[in-house]
């Protein structure tokens, strides 16, 4: 997936917000890189049951990896 913030970002607790979604196998390696040269990204990950599964914040203030495994496989949501 690749996208661009903004188009369709939602303005939630002071911050814009965009959600993507993504179809998560359990057991395999996915990972999530976000850059910006304008904000410190920060990344969260919620499994099929809507409950945070992972999360990140750039240290860097330019990007964040985030690297997991889902426990289940399903439908993922990315909130950056």
Known sequence: ?????????????GFHRDTYRFAGVAGREHVIRVSSSAFAPT???SGPGGAPVAGEL???GTGATLTFRPAS????????
Do not use: D, K
């Open 1 to 13: 997936l690749q996208a661009e913030l903004g188009r369709t970002s939602v303005l939630a607790g």
């Open 43 to 45: 990344i969260v990950v």
């Open 58 to 60: 750039a240290r860097s």
């Open 73 to 80: 496989t399903g439908t993922h949501t990315v909130v950056v």
